[in-house]
């Protein structure tokens, strides 16, 4: 287990302001008597947050159906996920909603738009009854890959008004990634734009789809939003335009009455071998612990304006751009492109613009914020904030506080959320009104979630003693499997320990009980808040012709958290120079996406192995980061090849 005794020496703590506790929408006494319900029954807490929180067409018969490591909530109850971020916004006693702003929206170039619940309930359905003519009914998969602009989240209502589990595939991966996940979903439908801008430059999406289709026959439509106006090749009988599509289509779609367990949205993450898990999330549960999150952690009121910076290609956008916000009634924020486009200033004048409220971001962001300089959020008014958010790995107490000076200029709470794609939501994190903040913790668990921290027999640990961080109870936004691969979810989150699911994450808890995540205990990266398996990358490389083998592990960097640094093995006669590093790191650019990029290639005529023939990354983790190896090495095949790999290579 990594090392603890370093993150034991914050001792800061930052008791909640009596003035925010006061008009907090869960404050101190309201949270001790969800505890209470909770540690007497989670069902009965997580039934209270349905009905308080979530609007139903028929109600369950029963709260929970646990046949471990299958979970069922809310059985046999009816909603429509699109019909609690919209129709019950412009109808009834919230009717005054249809007039207020659901997403404000900001280009990279500087446009904008404002859509309200009105708008996009009216766009909602039309882009619904496109979907039906072009044949997509209850149960089939559309896959959505665009920048990051409106009709992204309008393609996903849509998809989740009548029905269509959506694949949400991050812009940045390549051509062969999205074909592997449209093919693994098995998608008949895909949404995309011509490009969306980045840098000031507009990046193509559309070229990128018709490379991944052609090894896709499934995919019967295509559906493109013109943003950047880029030329784009049509192919006629399968591609249309969005504006062509909408002009004709009809008002009106009435939400499907979807049973509480029907497929919401697959989304894929990294494991620890080559292939993504398409990760499956549900309809009533995920609704009920997203909708209850973002209104307890965010505080949200009716006058805030949220912006929670991370793209909707990832889980954090799903559940904390568009469906937690949106399913509150509350202003979301969207912004398409870099935040040093066209200065290292465009997030702090996108909150002063637009008055931001509560700012939801990553470790990663925040550290390169530190490095660009003060003088780039003290040059804006940054006032309107209240309330300060982080997500994706654990954030060094040094950041915190310069989060907490510099943006939140002391005033604001910092809500430090643990979670992960297959958590679906919020599980570990202050709740701003009630929980003091420790720099570096999450703090405590939401109410109903009741984490453990167990060694390698499945004992739990005793404070402050680290090991794995795992959840026996289900609750109600967990995944539901692996898409199509039963096998696999059972093999990677419960067979570690019998009827317990397994984060992946190392962890300990203080005498407070605060929790303290310590990051990935497997061979998975976590670069700038995002899983990486080392796997992934490696047959990438491997795919290279110059390639013949290939490693790859992280090393802490300042600014990613963890940058990827390869191992390769050269073929015999390819040139070892300057020339192919740069080449291999392109290719995994493109292979998999520029976020996988390795940092550093190093090349090596031998990789560290067991006598068995597994890779020693961790003895690489020590070579990469310019460590001295002091772990154990006597199960390595051949001992020089570690002094051989200490010393840096020529080219
Ligand atoms: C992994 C999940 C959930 C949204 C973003 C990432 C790490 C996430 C924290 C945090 C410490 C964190 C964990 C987790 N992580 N949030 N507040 N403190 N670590 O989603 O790609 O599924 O990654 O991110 O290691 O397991 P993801």
Not at 75 to 82: E, L, W
Not at 155 to 175: D, E, K, Q
Not at 548 to 563: K, S
């Amino acid at each position: 287990m990594p090392e603890i005794h370093s993150l034991l020496l914050e001792k800061r703590v930052f008791k909640p302001d009596a003035a925010f506790a006061k008009q907090a929408n869960w404050g101190p006494k309201k949270v001790a008597e969800l505890r209470r319900l909770a540690a007497r029954s989670p069902e009965r807490f997580w039934e209270k947050m349905a009905r308080e929180h979530v609007s139903w067409f028929k109600p369950w018969r029963r709260a929970l159906d646990w046949k471990p490591p299958f979970a069922k909530w809310f059985v046999g109850a009816h909603t429509n996920v699109s019909y609690n971020c919209l129709d019950r916004h412009v109808t009834g006693e919230n009717a005054w909603r249809r007039n207020k702003a659901a997403i404000v929206w900001e280009g990279e170039p500087g446009d904008s738009r404002v859509l309200t619940y009105g708008d996009l309930h009216r766009e909602v359905q039309k882009f619904a009854n496109v979907l039906e003519a072009k044949g997509i009914k209850k149960g089939d998969r559309v896959a959505i890959y665009m920048p990051m602009i409106p009709e992204i989240a309008i393609a996903m209502l849509a998809c989740t008004r009548i029905g269509a589990p959506h694949t949400v595939v991050f812009g940045g991966f390549s051509a062969d990634s999205l074909r592997d996940r449209i093919l693994d979903v098995g998608a008949k439908l895909v949404v995309t734009a011509d490009g969306g801008f980045r840098r000031g430059k507009p990046i193509a999406l559309k070229a990128a789809v018709d490379e991944a289709l052609t090894g896709a026959p499934g995919v019967a439509s295509v559906v493109v939003v013109r943003r950047t106006g880029e030329p784009v090749s049509m192919r006629e009988g399968r591609d249309a335009w969005w504006h062509d599509l909408m002009a004709e289509a009809p008002a009106s779609c009435p939400p499907a009455k979807l049973d509480s367990e029907h497929p919401l949205f697959v989304l894929y993450t990294s494991g620890s071998t080559g292939k993504p898990k398409g990760i499956l999330h549900t309809t009533g549960g995920y609704l009920t612990h997203i909708t209850a999150t973002t209104h307890a952690i965010f505080d949200l009121k009716e006058d805030d304006t949220f912006w929670c910076t991370a793209d909707v290609g990832w889980v954090t956008g799903h559940s904390y751009v568009v469906y937690g916000p949106l399913a509150n009634g509350a202003t979301t924020v969207m912004y398409e492109g870099a935040p040093n486009e066209p200065g290292p200033d465009r997030f702090w004048s996108i909150i002063a613009k637009y008055g931001v409220s509560v700012f939801y971001t990553a470790p990663t962001a925040i550290r390169t914020f530190i490095r660009w300089g003060d003088e780039h959020p003290n040059r804006h008014d940054l006032s309107s904030l209240r309330l300060l958010g982080s997500v994706g790995e654990p954030i060094n107490p040094e950041a915190w506080i310069w989060y907490h000076r510099v943006i939140g200029k002391k005033r604001c709470p910092i809500v430090d959320t643990w979670w992960q794609t297959e958590t679906g939501g919020i599980l570990v994190s202050p709740l701003p009104g009630a929980v003091a903040a420790k720099p570096g913790s999450c703090t405590l668990p939401f109410p109903g979630i009741e984490p453990e921290v167990l060694d390698a027999e499945g004992r739990a640990v005793k404070a402050p003693q680290g090991g794995f961080l795992t959840l026996r109870k289900p609750w109600p936004g967990m995944l539901r499997g692996i898409w199509g691969d039963p096998a696999r979810y059972k093999e990677q989150y419960w067979s570690r320990y019998e009827k317990v699911y397994f984060t992946g994450d190392g962890a300990h808890f203080d005498k407070d009980g605060y929790l303290w995540v310590m990051g990935r205990v497997d061979d998975v990266m976590n670069v700038s808040g995002h899983r990486i398996g080392t796997m992934e990358v490696e047959s990438a490389l491997v795919s290279h012709p110059a390639v013949a083998e290939a490693a790859v592990v992280g090393r802490p960097d300042d600014l990613t958290g963890t940058a990827i640094v390869a191992f390769v093995t050269p073929k015999t006669g390819a040139h070892a120079n300057a020339n192919l590093r740069e080449a291999l790191r392109g290719h995994v650019a493109r292979e998999i996406g520029a976020l996988a990029r390795p940092a550093e290639v190093r090349f090596t005529d031998a990789l560290p192995k067991t006598r068995s023939g597994k890779i020693m990354r961790r003895l690489l983790r020590d070579v990469a980061s310019g460590r001295e190896t002091v772990q154990d090495t006597t199960t390595l095949e051949d001992l020089s090849v570690l002094a051989r790999l200490h010393a840096p290579d020529e080219a």
